[in-house]
């Protein structure tokens, strides 16, 4: 807009004086128009929580630390949880379950539970409450110290555990499937940061989406492509770190050449129904993720890792 006034013949028969305060006028509406809407977008702001100085990726047997958050709504999947613990422990991780006790933890929780409750209503009690929980997971986060993070349908493939000494871009916070936020890394004080931000985001995610925490991530995504946000969150998109579902080639033939750089498989609900429909879901029932998780990579280490679909993975990763 500011490009097409300067073109404009009236604009250039002014005196040099009256442009440069036009322009002056013009760029600070500009600020003026862009603070209006961070203000009215923002929820409230919360006071910075300080952490002590302590390793966030190693636990006490010097093994690196994977998080997950469980929090059974209805019947829950205790199987699919004990499976993660698993696969993530065989790849040397030492495995760290969080649940609501260590959300509540969290220094100011009850400004953040009421900053949660009642906002993601779905009409279906167990919908909400499930919604409720993805939201407070992320505080459960800060109170545990922050480092790495992933849902507990997450499964580890070329995942570098040689290099994760150190969290990737300073503990800069990293979503790896763009705004899925199936792995996820950063400092306790980015996680305090960007879980603030969601919140703030539950009021912009558009009218008629649900609530969730994946929208809220969506709508911050968006904000920061647009440039009309900067939320300053490396954002890495699908496919490059994390490979959503079952790639099979055929039914128990898994396709290694697109997962030589992969370093987990997210085999989320949706995906595992999309296998089903295509008939390449490895076992016979849709509900048994845990056994499905399993062999999809006992499939992969026979298949892939012995002819090269295990490659060395690197930490350095930047916008």
Request: hydrophobic share 40%; net charge negative; with cysteine.
């Amino acid at each position: 807009m500011m490009l097409e006034i300067m073109k404009s013949s009236l604009f250039q028969k002014l005196p040099k004086r009256s442009i440069l305060i036009l322009l002056f006028i013009l760029f600070v509406v500009k600020i003026m128009s862009v603070l209006i809407f961070i203000y009215t977008g923002k929820l409230t702001t919360y006071e910075k929580v300080n952490f002590s100085e302590s390793s966030t990726t190693k636990g006490e047997g010097r093994r690196p630390i994977m998080h997950t958050f469980y929090q059974p709504v209805n019947t829950g999947e205790s199987d699919l949880l004990d499976a993660w613990k698993e696969v993530w422990q065989e790849r040397g991780f030492e495995t760290k379950i969080l649940t609501m006790d260590d959300a509540m933890s969290y220094p100011r929780f009850n400004e953040i539970r009421d900053a949660i409750l009642g906002k993601v209503g779905t009409g279906n009690v167990n919908t909400e409450r499930y919604n409720e929980m993805c939201f407070f997971r992320w505080f459960a986060m800060v109170a545990s110290g922050g480092g790495w993070m992933c849902d507990y349908d997450v499964f580890p493939l070329n995942f570098p555990t040689e290099s994760v000494d150190v969290l990737p871009n300073g503990g800069h916070f990293t979503s790896y499937e763009w705004h899925v936020p199936s792995l996820m890394s950063g400092s306790a004080e980015e996680w305090d940061r960007v879980a603030t931000i969601m919140l703030e985001a539950i009021l912009r995610i558009p009218a008629g989406e649900p609530k969730t925490d994946m929208l809220a991530f969506q709508t911050i995504r968006i904000e920061q492509e647009k440039q009309a946000m900067n939320h300053n969150i490396i954002f890495i998109g699908p496919g490059t770190y994390v490979r959503a579902g079952f790639d099979y080639a055929s039914m128990h033939v898994v396709d290694c050449d697109l997962l030589k750089r992969a370093w987990v498989a997210h085999l989320s609900h949706s995906e595992s129904r999309k296998a089903f429909q295509k008939d390449i879901f490895p076992v016979d029932d849709l509900y048994n993720r845990a056994q499905a998780g399993k062999l999809y990579l006992r499939h992969w280490k026979d298949q892939c890792v012995d002819i090269g679909g295990e490659t060395n993975s690197t930490l350095h990763i930047h916008h």
